[in-house]
């Protein structure tokens, strides 16, 4: 064998190389908007749910939802909660169209509050009003939405603190929510799944001092995938940088059986989220630089492929082929090299090789939602400094 490989070597040696000529740059193309749905302080996301996009989040301190059509055109408005104050944070949409919608509310009356926490809860994209005492929020809510805006449930789960669900994933046996919880102590993240009618099992902690829990992942075979970043060990894995990106695998049970740490040396790094074939994005800040990292993980959490480019803030991935972030610097690839932060939807094929890239308007400071739908095509919401808006991908 190892002649073979020398006979090999020894040919490409000698052979006249080929001229070819350099690769030619993928031209960037602009998106079109699609429509504005609101103010930063009242939009949390966007679902789409057949052929309605669906927005929530929380105005004048109660969680909500509305249906919009392609024009803008508004289908239905529904006040999800009657609490004192409310909070809708992340939702998904399950196979049949209906809407599942996580957020936090007070404590059912009857049931003693434990003192509020002095550590604030402000994770990337928290959009919470002022108006909302957020130590009142105690309660993890799902509030289950038909397509047509029919509130079909709302099931609660009290705790013992003031908690901020960051992402929920749902299929065809109910749902999971992760997110922060916050106590004297520091932050925690959290995973709590709940069966097609909302009731929730017993809420797994993860961590206890510095994790964040940012998003997760239901897998058929009935285990889970959660990303985040942490500080602190876990499952025996200590902190190689200022903190880790995390991805764990947790059993059935909910027990943690593997903990994945991606580091940068004194540096800082997030998973912002991960689809369900595993491609996760997020931020890496370091050295005085801030990038996003775009990585292609198997199932036994090997990665594949992955990027860095230069960006500011959190990075979105969806499907297996798309992620979103606002660049600030060139991209190799790309005929691109823009001289203010500007989002940029990159488009990868099944090697993780760029295919595509389409840019947003400058003056559209975070990205807040990555959507790959049948109706709509790619959807990218942004958030500049008096609205949010969604974008869509022109055809080529």
Do not use: C
Not at 34 to 40: C, E, F, K, N, V
Not at 103 to 115: N, Q, R, V, Y
């Amino acid at each position: 064998m190892k002649r073979f490989f020398s006979i090999l070597l020894l040919v490409s040696l000698v052979t006249t190389p080929v001229s070819q000529a350099a690769p030619k740059k993928i031209a960037v193309q602009p998106m079109q908007l699609l429509t504005t749905i609101g103010s930063p302080e009242e939009v949390s996301g966007a679902v789409v749910s057949g052929k309605s996009i669906v927005v929530f989040g929380t105005k004048s301190s109660k969680a909500y939802a509305r249906a919009i059509d392609g024009t803008g055109k508004e289908l239905w408005n529904l006040s999800l909660d009657q609490s004192a104050a409310s909070i809708a944070t992340a939702a998904a949409v399950d196979p049949v169209g209906d809407i599942w919608i996580a957020g936090a509310t007070p404590l059912a009356m009857g049931l003693i509050a434990p003192t509020p926490s002095a550590t604030p809860l402000n994770p990337d994209n928290a959009a919470i009003p002022p108006t909302t005492f957020v130590g009142d929020l105690h309660a993890l809510t799902i509030w289950k939405v038909s397509a047509a805006g029919v509130l079909i449930f709302t099931q609660t789960l009290p705790t013992s603190y003031v908690l901020f669900p960051t992402a929920i994933s749902v299929d065809k046996n109910g749902a999971s929510t992760v997110g922060i919880l916050a106590s004297n102590k520091g932050s925690a993240g959290f995973l709590a799944n709940a069966d097609t009618t909302g009731v929730f099992s017993k809420l797994l902690q993860i961590g206890s001092v510095s994790t964040t829990a940012d998003a997760v992942v239901r897998h058929s075979d009935g285990t889970f995938t959660v990303a985040g970043s942490s500080s602190e060990t876990l499952a025996g894995k200590k902190v190689a940088g200022i903190s880790d990106g995390i991805l764990i695998k947790v059993s059935k049970a909910l027990k943690i059986t593997s903990v994945v740490r991606s580091s940068a040396a004194k540096g800082k790094r997030v998973w912002n989220s991960a689809s369900s074939s595993l491609l996760l994005a997020g931020e890496v800040v370091a050295a005085g630089k801030t990038e996003s990292a775009v990585t292609k993980f198997s199932a036994t959490f090997t990665p594949t492929w992955t990027y860095r480019f230069a960006s500011t803030g959190p990075t979105l991935s969806a499907s297996s082929s798309h992620a979103f972030f606002i660049s600030t610097g060139a991209v190799t690839q790309l005929n691109w090299n823009p001289k203010v932060p500007t989002p940029l939807v990159l488009t990868f094929d099944s090697k993780g090789v760029i295919t595509a890239a389409d840019s947003g308007p400058i003056g559209q400071n975070e990205v807040l939602g990555l959507l790959v739908t049948k109706e709509f095509g790619v959807l990218a919401l942004t958030s500049s400094a008096d609205s949010v808006s969604i974008f869509t991908l022109l055809p080529r």
